[in-house]
């Protein structure tokens, strides 16, 4: 079984659904409100274990009623939260989404998800012992980003950098990471002064650009590879990155091939979109291989 530690955010999805969405200073009328768990780090790690892998959550919650709810959604999944610390002095994180016109727009909250600091991943450094690897999102602070890679460099475990939310990143954290799994908008962030193509052909086998309905797209040394996506009826959009990194770490920490390992982490994506909410359409292990 893979043994995967997921450094990230925890909290929880407002989301609203609506036929459109509003524009500045306007009020539209919503068809539905719902509450989720959510976080880019829950999500994956909620991901990873329903497919299968040993999962451990480095995090901070508020001490409130969110936050209980946050680390009960961890315990029901199978996810370890014995890394998962409350903090009496902020709330925990909320994501603000809207669903309208086939896609979404979310505001992020961090609040305790900003306590995720670099001494805090030195207090949990015994949970890396053993690990496969490390995946680790951007709602959380930059320096606790890079010094997740240092830390992953030194302990010899490879870390897998989804670069979300956009924002530059260091090449020392760039070099520190084994792969990186940015979108097309968040790749032209991280490398803003060359092509998409001259990215992907300096770091093959490292650097796979997710581009929603076409595919994932990646430089395998000798030439550019589009692993195309599955296509389905999308009901909710919302997770479907989260479910393609931890279904991409999961394959790769069993020793899957690049492309076999795309492939799989397409398929579990692919199926994330049917259902509604973040979490509530990631896949278990054995409706992936179903498919395959």
Same mark, same amino acid.
């Given at each position: 079984?893979?043994? $995967?530690?997921?450094? !990230? ?36 790690? &909620? ?10 959550? $480095? ?7 969110? !936050?209980?709810? $946050? ?6 999944? /199978? ?54 690897? &490390? ?59 060359? =092509? ?15 581009? /929603? ?10 030439? #550019? ?28 920490? #069993? /020793?899957?091939?690049?492309?076999? =390992? ?10 994330? &979109? ?6 509530? !359409? ?11």
């Amino acid at each position: 079984m893979a043994k $995967i530690i997921v450094i !990230g955010s925890s909290s929880i999805d407002l989301v609203v659904t609506s036929a459109s969405r509003p524009g500045a200073g306007e009020t539209v009328l919503g068809d539905d409100f719902k509450t989720f768990p959510g976080g880019k780090g829950a999500n994956q790690a &909620v991901a990873a274990a329903r497919l299968g892998a040993e999962v451990t959550m $480095i995090g901070r919650v508020g001490d409130d009623r969110y !936050g209980e709810e $946050i680390l009960n959604n961890f315990r029901e999944n /199978g996810v370890s939260v014995d890394n998962v610390e409350p903090v009496t002095h902020s709330s925990s994180g909320t994501a603000h989404i809207v669903l309208a016109e086939g896609d979404n727009s979310i505001v992020v909250v961090p609040a305790a998800n900003n306590e995720v600091t670099p001494e805090y991943l030195n207090r949990c450094k015994d949970a890396f012992e053993g690990a496969d690897i &490390v995946m680790i999102q951007q709602e959380i602070p930059m320096e606790t980003v890079a010094h997740a890679g240092k830390l992953c460099r030194e302990l010899g475990v490879p870390m897998l950098l989804n670069p979300a939310p956009a924002r530059q990143i260091s090449e020392e954290t760039i070099a520190n990471a084994a792969y990186l799994t940015p979108n097309e908008h968040e790749v032209r962030v991280l490398f803003p002064d060359i =092509s998409v193509t001259e990215a992907l052909r300096r770091y093959p086998n490292k650097l796979f650009v997710t581009e /929603g309905s076409r595919g994932v797209r990646f430089f395998d040394g000798e030439q #550019e590879v589009l692993v195309p996506s599955y296509q389905v009826e999308a009901v909710d959009t919302t997770g479907a990155g989260d479910t393609f990194n931890a279904a991409f770490a999961v394959a790769i920490a #069993e /020793g899957k091939p690049i492309q076999e =390992s795309v492939r799989f982490a397409n398929r579990a994506a692919s199926l994330s &979109v049917t259902k509604f909410g973040a979490q509530g !359409g990631m896949p278990k292990r054995q409706e992936v291989e179903d498919l395959m």
